[in-house]
């Protein structure tokens, strides 16, 4: 995925979050829209949690994302739905 995407991603997930979102559904087709196969999928990063932002997060789903947990991460307190 193109860097100027993820910034724009991390952007708009790090506006949410600190707005009190409480369901974030996130799945990127950019290879759809570009119709080529892009392998590189959205890594979902763990540091827009910091700072007590995320707190009002409910319901976390994402698709064509990467998500890496490190060992004792306790940031989520609620469901977690990987696609």
């Known amino acids: ?3 100027h995407y993820v910034y724009l991603i991390d952007k708009l997930v790090d506006i949410a979050l600190c707005r009190g979102v409480e369901d974030l559904d996130l799945t990127t087709k950019l290879d759809q829209i570009y119709q080529r196969p892009d392998t590189a999928w959205y890594k ?3 540091s827009l949690f910091t ?3 995320g707190l009002s997060l409910l319901k976390l789903k ?3 994302c990467t998500l890496s947990i490190p ?4 940031g989520f307190k609620c469901t977690f ?3």
């Open 1 to 3: 995925m193109a860097d």
């Open 44 to 46: 979902f990063p763990l």
């Open 51 to 53: 700072n007590g932002k």
């Open 62 to 64: 994402l698709g064509q």
């Open 71 to 74: 060992t004792g991460f306790d």
């Open 81 to 83: 739905l990987m696609t």
